[in-house]
């Protein structure tokens, strides 16, 4: 089994940044991706960034490209997305999720979740 803990999360203006963490736990060693959704209310689950453990190479949805960064502390199986140039439309809640399969970019793949932490960005 794998844990996985968000925090970070916050109200900020737009404009603003925040740094989302996710602390991973447990049996992580087969974990192959890691990723970061988010869901707002009445919308459907967005995936926006992902990373492939082995190679470091990372996705992200179009939405967040060019302002969020994901990123892997291997020493401390502790994973991030950074925020930059926040939105109103980017409040949601954020999630962190684990998959051991090795297509990242299927999303019913990612079978370990975390709580949430949201994000609320006010204009």
């Known amino acids: 089994q794998v844990q996985l803990v968000e925090s970070g999360g916050g109200s900020v203006q737009a404009g603003g940044s925040l740094r989302l963490s996710c602390a991973a736990s447990g049996y992580t060693a087969t974990n192959s991706c890691m990723g970061w959704f988010r869901q707002a209310p009445g919308k459907e689950r967005e995936r926006v960034a992902h990373?492939?453990?082995?190679?470091?190479?990372?996705y992200y949805a179009n939405s967040v490209k060019g302002r969020f960064t994901i990123s892997q502390d291997t020493a401390k199986n502790t994973f991030y997305l950074q925020m930059n140039s926040l939105k109103p439309e980017d409040t949601a809640m954020y999630y962190c999720a684990a998959t051991t399969a090795w297509r990242c970019w299927v999303d019913p793949e990612y079978k370990y979740w975390g709580q949430g932490t949201q994000v609320t960005v006010s204009s």
């Open positions: 990373i492939v453990l082995a190679s470091g190479s990372t």
